[in-house]
């Protein structure tokens, strides 16, 4: 499970817990701060928990940066990091601080709940509908933003993305991993989920998978529509697919939420991701929801089907994003006949 | 505080919540596991906590470790760090992981209290006398074990310490780290402790300083008498007192607790932690406590007199710790006349 359920001793109370750090994957610290709480956060969110009782942050400062870049990153870094916190209703009231040759960031999200504030992610049944909440591509984009500097590496994509079209999907996918997946875990409640976790290192099909192993009925899940940020198909294709974004296991950082929906349930949790904005930072960005696929009888398992479609997801603020129906409505659901 | 307390939403609950990690200072990896938790927990043992609901691994693996050392040694770690919690009456359940150039190894203690499950640190009045739990000098000895093998270092200290004294006091320094202030918790309460925390980063005076900071009435805490491992008085000595050992800020790590007692109770409570034994792994090691000052009408600050008295705490095991009242008993009140 992405959190820890710990019985508590009194009144049929439960600990929820989780834990991650890693290293800064974004250049600007203060963004860097609200993806690693998103990403800490987004466990608890999994299991539709809406609520967080305190959070520690966990830091390294590395050896190698001198006191002025220290004393200009590191208080960014803290604030971006409590500032996402506080946007969950919540507030960082510890932590600790070491010296490390990499910089480190991470934290600790704790809640006590009674047990009709989580879902349990294991009631998946035939016939429900997967629906992810953010676009896939996080890692790619990161990744072809570095290699404008590096002519070698640049030359292999140059012919299927701009400069500018590499800014704005490193611009999207960095806004989209300081994104709370706090609107989406209400949600799961307010349509009846059945099953959510969030995608992150192991990259959607992972994370399928797991959730799939974990199921209390035989199912398996299918996934049929794989929404990426726009470019980084392209990207991943002219770079021989080393990222493995079409097989799923890509990995994302801060990545949305997957959850397990009753189907006449599914179209409306999209629609209403969609109006209610699940945007960072209160800047009214527009939130997202796709339904991807169906679960099935089947052995716990999660597959992607052949040639799944693509949806390319543009930019937030691009004109695509501004234009109905193009991001943020559901994309047409597979199979469900 | 040690550790940061969260009023909780549910029927006068309390998250009590503490995190640290560092890196490795003993060469054995399970020691170093216990060590670890033991670092950890004694946040809460600090505060008359003497359960813990749940804990977390925090681990970095070092990218310098070839596969086979990562197998050897990881495992061993990881298990040191889980029977340490499963002492402590609690369980691992989740954690992280990363690759990083150095080792990290750490974690998160939480528990969920009712008000009287502990004892907040600022309630110390004139006339307590402080007691401190574990000798002082765990940095002292691991540095003169990391001497045995540089000529260089070694010359300077071999003149007043053997190889072998030298290897016991390592000895007791490790296993003294390992041992959980557990026992130590259940006796504030029995004796009904004014406050406590655990001496470790900061160096006795540092925690005692910050302890005189927080309490509620005008009160300075003097330490008349410093408990040390065996010999390595002689060593900060004999090195120009480079650790500053005798000023309090020599840094330990997973020290004792240091508590403030009604005066009437101290004795009994070092000599109920001598009979309990807050021995390593049940292996029935001697406990030891030791009256090391008194609280004052003050401004909140700690100092140590002029000339204190050294308490040389010989190794368990050893020919002196098994003679009666050598380093179990209290040690001679300090002025309490």
Same sequence: chains 1, 2.
């Avoid at 899940?221 to 493995?244: D, R, T, W």
């Avoid at 089947?298 to 004109?319: F, L, N, W």
């Amino acid at each position: 499970m992405d959190s820890c359920v710990i019985p508590l001793r009194h009144g049929g109370l439960s600990l929820v817990q989780t834990t991650d750090f890693f290293y800064p994957l974004v250049e600007d610290p203060y963004m860097m701060g609200r993806i690693a709480c998103a990403n800490v956060l987004s466990d608890l969110y999994a299991m539709g928990i809406t609520e967080c009782d305190n959070m520690l942050m966990l830091l390294s400062v590395s050896q190698k940066m001198n006191e002025k870049e220290r004393e200009r990153a590191m208080p960014l870094l803290m604030q971006g990091f409590r500032d996402a916190a506080e946007e969950g209703g919540t507030s960082v009231t510890g932590g600790q601080t070491v010296v490390n040759p990499w910089i480190i960031v991470g934290g600790v999200a704790s809640v006590v709940c009674q047990p009709n504030e989580f879902i349990m992610p294991d009631g998946a049944i035939p016939g429900d509908v997967l629906v992810l909440t953010k676009p896939l591509g996080t890692q790619v984009a990161v990744n072809a933003h570095q290699w404008l500097d590096q002519p070698e590496k640049w030359n292999k994509i140059k012919l299927v993305v701009s400069k500018e079209e590499v800014k704005e999907a490193y611009q999207e996918a960095m806004f989209s991993m300081a994104t709370l997946n706090r609107t989406a875990a209400g949600l799961m409640h307010k349509f009846q989920a059945h099953a959510g976790t969030d995608v992150t290192g192991f990259g959607l099909l992972g994370h399928a998978n797991n959730l799939a192993a974990q199921q209390r009925n035989e199912v398996s899940f299918v996934i049929h529509n794989l929404p990426i940020i726009a470019k980084m198909a392209s990207i991943s294709k002219a770079c021989g697919n080393m990222f493995n974004l079409f097989q799923g296991t890509s990995a994302e950082t801060s990545g949305g939420l997957l959850v397990c929906l009753p189907r006449e349930q599914a179209a409306k949790f999209c629609s209403e991701m969609k109006s209610q904005g699940s945007g960072f930072g209160g800047q009214g960005a527009v939130g997202g929801a796709w339904i991807i696929g169906i679960v099935e009888k089947g052995d716990r398992r999660a597959r992607i089907i052949d040639k799944p479609r693509i949806i390319e997801v543009p930019p937030r603020g691009s004109q695509a994003a501004n234009q109905d129906n193009s991001t943020t409505s559901p994309a047409p659901s597979p199979n469900l006949s």
